[in-house]
């Protein structure tokens, strides 16, 4: 089973406030990805991290930003939501160097909904 | 780079019956290939996935996908489906240096009694 975690699991905010959504993993893995999930399901990239102290933006433009302080942990913050925001955000994590095939472990997704 | 198509967005069947989800992809170079299932709120989980060796893969819950490189495709089978597996599946695929996943835009598996 995948060791990833993310907080909160749905959240419901009013519009102009900060949040920041929680990611962590326990499997060591060197890269950290977050993609954004609308209704109609499909997965676009917004951030990744190939390491501490890396941070790259995606194929789609968010309006997020991404620390990568620790190995095992890979925020995502929105310093003021708006309901364009409102989507599911999945975290996800995969090995990096020699042997990876790219295979991704996903956590259970933050629902967040901007009022 | 690698693209991925997946060639129906909803697939409609009834219990018991055979289902075909069809994926196709689009690369230069030898690729990695993935099969993910999705259920209502929640992260995507790995079915499948064909990195090397035999084309015919078996992954979980019964599903079972060919890797068919001169068609480039890589469809997923199960020969007879639960009510259980109405989801959204993805089909991604990597390059074999191990870059990122990429993914198709999902295949919505609706299975009615």
């Known amino acids: 089973e995948a060791d990833i975690y993310q907080t909160p699991r749905y959240l419901v905010i009013g519009t102009g406030k900060k949040i920041t959504l929680e990611c962590s993993q326990t499997?060591?893995?060197?890269?950290m990805y977050w993609y954004q999930q609308d209704p109609g399901m499909e997965l676009h990239l917004i951030h990744y991290s190939y390491g501490v102290n890396s941070t790259e933006k995606g194929d789609l433009s968010s309006e997020s930003t991404v620390s990568r302080i620790r190995t095992e942990h890979f925020p995502l913050t929105l310093e003021s939501a708006r309901p364009s925001h409102t989507s599911q955000y999945l975290c996800a994590s995969s090995v990096r160097g020699s042997g990876s095939t790219g295979e991704l472990f996903f956590g259970e997704g933050s629902r967040l909904t901007v009022l | 780079a690698q693209s991925v198509t997946q060639l129906d967005s909803q697939v409609p069947v009834f219990e018991e019956a055979p289902v075909e989800l069809r994926c196709n992809y689009s690369s230069s170079v030898s690729v990695y290939l993935f099969w993910y299932v999705q259920y209502p709120n929640q992260g995507l989980q790995l079915l499948l996935k064909y990195l090397s060796g035999s084309t015919l893969v078996k992954g979980i819950n019964g599903f079972e996908a060919e890797f068919n490189k001169s068609q480039t495709s890589f469809h997923l089978r199960k020969p007879s489906v639960h009510i259980s597996d109405t989801a959204e599946y993805f089909c991604?695929?990597?390059?074999?240096?191990?870059?990122?996943?990429?993914f198709g835009k999902g295949t919505s598996l609706l299975v009615t009694p």
């Open positions: 499997m060591g893995h060197d890269k």
């Open positions: 991604a695929v990597s390059a074999n240096s191990g870059y990122a996943l990429n």
